[in-house]
């Protein structure tokens, strides 16, 4: 089980519904191979900093989890195919960067 984290980003023009149906058809996708959900976070609607498809905005939505590496092709396979999704960037994370997620994680908790 490799350790991956997963940021992507949702085209503006979405519902809230919307956002949530699409971030669950992932979280369940990855849910049913197998996959432990670590951390997820909703980063909300932000600038782009240049325009991707005419859009100068877009809902950004980060997931860490644990799964083994033969899932991930086909999870990035149906992010391109999704025409909600703008962008997407997936990252295997090496022990450092676990150490790092960690720490973000706890400070992220003693703001809320």
């Known amino acids: 089980m490799n350790h991956y984290e997963t940021v992507f980003i949702l085209n503006p023009v979405l519902s809230e ?7 669950k058809k992932y979280e369940d996708y990855l849910s049913s191979k197998g996959a432990k959900m670590i951390n997820k976070e909703n980063w909300g609607l932000k600038k782009l900093a240049y325009p991707v498809q005419s859009k100068k905005s877009g809902f ?8 083994d590496g033969e899932v991930i092709d086909p999870l990035e396979l149906m992010f391109r195919r999704d025409e909600r999704i703008m962008r997407y960037l997936t990252v295997k994370l090496d022990k450092h960067a676990v150490a790092w997620a960690e720490k973000r994680v706890q400070r992220n908790k003693e703001k809320a």
């Open 17 to 23: 519904d919307q956002v949530k149906e699409t971030v």
């Open 60 to 67: 950004y939505h980060l997931m860490e989890f644990q799964v």
